[in-house]
């Protein structure tokens, strides 16, 4: 029988963690972060961390979010994208530019940025649960194991902006716990506030602000209409800046918006569905189908957070307790706001949902670790497999260091192939090591807009027909095809990349990769 440890926060007694479990939760923060900067070092730059630095470097050098290399035609019919980027919001981008005012405009630097993101992240983490249970033992486990996740990780070591938006969003959580019981308008304002930066980070911050809703409205005898008012104000800010923005050009906003959000829309049916197949096409797909042999090891992550949450709901002393009431709400919250939100299933959004169901987990787990031997010996296993799929998984790609092996002999032989004053039409992440500039163009169509015929073509795995939604992407998309075939020839291919070259320009020696 488990040992009841969570009574109301309002009246336990504060429970202080011993200096053993500040060493571990440190060890565990430590691990995170060498993780976290291991991969930022090792893995290729890829098609969004190209696209998102050229946009920052660009506000930072003049002021505006435009893209450089990105062509107008050349990924969506996104007209005026050298000057505007409205299909992002501009928050990121915005601290992206100003962090590179203080560091170097590479990947790993921008990596860097989401990983401090990442602690702040942890840390909010730490906060939300003391507030909620005042044991403080509880609150460094749930960061620890949150920290240790494989999406945490992952995450963090993104050139994007998730790590920003849910760091932002779970800062907003932790400053309304922090506050509730001692200073409630307090921690609404400041809950507002970083609500408000996470939704203008990504539109994906609608789940962070709808789980902080939901937290305000279950202490609906404390709102009063003033706060509420108060509460609005950073949303209103943020609204009035980016509807002047929008001012400047709002033809390019419309026909951006359009092609960048039309595909993302749904019925209401299509919805029910993306809320009821969402746990199969994106959860167990990315934690298990999308895998074969010694790989598909990594459901072990998958096993503990269904257990872990399974366990929760069916303790009902357990989930009625005030954090494990709170946080099982918070993970249906997140589950279906994100599958409501995104009927692409991708997977770079995980970070808004994995991290609520590890809690809930987590919190299992300390419970299980206060009662009987065989429950905490499953609890410690499940854990214990749950991390070792984290350190394992990313050790892997760590070694493989696909930075080194992949894409700096790609880069190598582009610029072998190219001659002076040459055209390269490739993914903007090879903009880190050509420049944000001539010669390079992110153009999937080879020319079919500008006409354009560069000598060296690169693809990537971004470089395919599904994004050609519209007709006219189509026909370019076929036309980029027939051209390549007629025009080019390959000189190199692996499974990141190939590189083909135009038919009268020579092929440098020890080109070919097969």
Known sequence: ????????????????????????????MLLFVGLSIGLSLTRSPWWD????????????????????VLAPYGFMEWPGVHQYTY??????????????????????????????WGCIFVVSWFVLVKAL????????????????????????????????????GLAGLASYFWYRDSHWARGVILASWFGAASLFCHPVGAVMNVAIAAMVLWDWRRIRLSILVGASLPYLIGISFY?????????????????????????FSAILRNVLNDANQRYIRYYYGAYTGFFKLKSAALVFLAI??????ADRNLRAQPVAKRLLVLAFIAYVGLAVVDNEK????????????TACAAVWVHDRWHGGSLGRSLASVLLGAYVLVTICAVGYRIHANSYRNSYKPVVALVQRSLPPGGLVMGGSELGFALGFGPPLIDDRYLGFFSGETPEVFVVNGYYGPHWARTPRLKLAWEFSRRKLRSQYYLIFDNKEYSIYVRNDVPAPPHSANY
């Open 1 to 28: 029988m488990s040992v009841q440890i969570y009574r109301g926060a309002e009246s336990q007694p504060f429970v202080p963690a011993s200096r053993a479990h500040w060493v571990a939760a440190g060890g565990a």
């Open 49 to 68: 961390e190209g696209l998102f630095a050229d946009i920052a470097l660009n506000f930072r050098n003049f002021g505006h979010l435009g893209s450089s």
């Open 87 to 116: 299909w992002q919001c501009p928050l990121y981008l915005i601290a992206l530019g100003s962090w590179f005012r203080l560091a170097p405009v590479t990947v790993v630097w921008m990596r860097l940025f989401s990983v401090m």
């Open 133 to 168: 249970s005042r044991n403080e033992s509880l609150a460094l486990l749930v960061a620890s194991v949150i920290a240790l996740g494989y999406e945490s990780v992952v995450k963090a070591s993104y050139g994007r902006m998730d790590m920003m938006c849910a760091a932002l």
């Open 243 to 267: 509807l002047l923005y929008i001012q400047r050009a709002p033809d390019i906003f419309l026909a951006q918006s359009r092609a960048a959000w039309g595909y993302r829309v749904s019925g």
């Open 308 to 313: 872990g949450v399974v366990g929760l709901l």
């Open 346 to 357: 991708y997977v770079n959004y995980l970070i808004f949902t994995v991290p609520f169901l």
